[in-house]
Protein backbone atom coordinates (compact mmCIF):
# COMPACT_ATOMS: atom_id res chain seq x y z
CA UNK A 1 0.00 0.00 0.00
CA UNK A 2 1.37 3.40 -0.82
CA UNK A 3 1.53 6.15 1.74
CA UNK A 4 2.21 9.46 1.54
CA UNK A 5 2.15 11.28 5.05
CA UNK A 6 3.02 15.07 4.73
CA UNK A 7 3.85 16.72 8.58
CA UNK A 8 5.07 20.21 9.93
CA UNK A 9 2.08 22.27 8.57
CA UNK A 10 0.70 24.79 11.31
CA UNK A 11 0.64 28.32 12.01
CA UNK A 12 3.44 31.18 11.32
CA UNK A 13 3.88 34.62 11.87
CA UNK A 14 4.84 36.50 8.09
CA UNK A 15 8.34 36.62 7.73
CA UNK A 16 8.83 32.79 9.55
CA UNK A 17 10.15 29.74 8.43
CA UNK A 18 8.74 26.23 8.39
CA UNK A 19 9.92 22.81 6.90
CA UNK A 20 7.41 20.59 6.07
CA UNK A 21 8.64 17.16 5.49
CA UNK A 22 6.58 13.99 3.87
CA UNK A 23 7.19 10.12 4.42
CA UNK A 24 6.69 7.83 1.29
CA UNK A 25 6.38 4.02 1.58
CA UNK A 26 5.13 1.00 -0.69
CA UNK A 27 7.01 2.86 -3.66
CA UNK A 28 10.77 2.11 -4.88
CA UNK A 29 11.66 6.02 -3.81
CA UNK A 30 14.46 6.47 -5.87
CA UNK A 31 12.49 5.98 -9.25
CA UNK A 32 10.32 9.04 -8.89
CA UNK A 33 10.05 12.52 -8.74
CA UNK A 34 8.90 14.02 -5.96
CA UNK A 35 6.77 17.18 -5.06
CA UNK A 36 4.98 19.78 -3.29
CA UNK A 37 1.89 21.65 -4.65
CA UNK A 38 -0.73 23.55 -3.23
CA UNK A 39 -4.23 24.81 -3.21
CA UNK A 40 -4.98 28.25 -1.52
CA UNK A 41 -8.54 28.85 -0.70
CA UNK A 42 -10.51 29.61 -3.98
CA UNK A 43 -7.73 29.09 -6.40
CA UNK A 44 -6.63 26.39 -8.43
CA UNK A 45 -3.45 23.41 -7.38
CA UNK A 46 0.10 24.79 -8.29
CA UNK A 47 3.56 23.59 -8.11
CA UNK A 48 5.57 24.29 -5.50
CA UNK A 49 8.58 22.50 -6.07
CA UNK A 50 9.85 19.56 -7.69
CA UNK A 51 12.81 17.27 -7.25
CA UNK A 52 13.70 14.62 -10.33
CA UNK A 53 15.50 11.21 -9.78
CA UNK A 54 18.62 12.76 -10.54
CA UNK A 55 18.17 15.75 -7.97
CA UNK A 56 17.12 18.56 -10.41
CA UNK A 57 14.52 20.76 -9.13
CA UNK A 58 12.40 23.29 -9.96
CA UNK A 59 10.34 25.97 -8.43
CA UNK A 60 7.24 27.72 -8.37
CA UNK A 61 8.11 31.78 -9.55
CA UNK A 62 6.12 33.12 -6.08
CA UNK A 63 8.03 30.72 -3.71
CA UNK A 64 11.48 31.10 -5.84
CA UNK A 65 14.75 31.87 -3.79
CA UNK A 66 12.59 31.47 -0.38
CA UNK A 67 12.11 27.92 -0.49
CA UNK A 68 14.04 24.90 -1.27
CA UNK A 69 13.06 21.59 -1.51
CA UNK A 70 15.10 18.23 -1.07
CA UNK A 71 15.05 14.23 -0.86
CA UNK A 72 16.39 12.13 1.06
CA UNK A 73 16.44 7.99 -0.73
CA UNK A 74 18.09 6.52 2.10
CA UNK A 75 15.13 7.67 4.50
CA UNK A 76 12.39 7.90 1.98
CA UNK A 77 11.86 11.46 2.52
CA UNK A 78 11.05 14.71 1.02
CA UNK A 79 11.19 18.00 2.84
CA UNK A 80 10.11 21.67 1.93
CA UNK A 81 11.82 24.45 3.99
CA UNK A 82 9.81 27.28 3.39
CA UNK A 83 11.66 30.73 4.57
CA UNK A 84 10.05 34.36 4.32
CA UNK A 85 6.77 33.32 4.83
CA UNK A 86 4.24 35.32 3.15
CA UNK A 87 0.47 35.51 3.94
CA UNK A 88 -0.12 34.45 0.55
CA UNK A 89 1.77 31.46 0.95
CA UNK A 90 -1.86 30.33 3.09
CA UNK A 91 -2.59 27.13 1.52
CA UNK A 92 -2.70 23.12 1.93
CA UNK A 93 0.27 21.69 1.21
CA UNK A 94 0.70 18.51 -0.79
CA UNK A 95 3.01 16.02 -1.42
CA UNK A 96 3.30 14.12 -4.55
CA UNK A 97 5.28 11.07 -6.07
CA UNK A 98 5.29 10.84 -9.89
CA UNK A 99 6.85 8.34 -12.66
CA UNK A 100 7.60 9.25 -15.75
CA UNK A 101 5.43 5.80 -16.96
CA UNK A 102 1.96 7.44 -15.36
CA UNK A 103 2.42 6.66 -11.82
CA UNK A 104 0.72 9.08 -9.55
CA UNK A 105 0.23 9.24 -6.18
CA UNK A 106 -0.35 11.85 -3.02
CA UNK A 107 -0.73 12.83 0.52
CA UNK A 108 -3.60 14.00 1.97
CA UNK A 109 -2.40 17.28 2.98
CA UNK A 110 -1.33 19.63 5.71
CA UNK A 111 -2.43 23.30 5.94
CA UNK A 112 -0.36 26.14 6.50
CA UNK A 113 -1.56 29.41 7.81
CA UNK A 114 0.92 32.82 7.63
CA UNK A 115 -0.90 35.04 9.40
CA UNK A 116 0.14 37.50 12.55
Known amino acids: QVQLVESGGGLVQPGGSLTLSCQAS????????LGWYRRAPGKQRELVAR???????NYGDSVKGRFTISRDNAKYTVSLEMNSLKPEDTAVYYC??????????WGKGTLITVSS
Open 96 to 105: NAATEWGTDY
Open 26 to 33: GITFNLYT
Open 51 to 57: ITRQFST
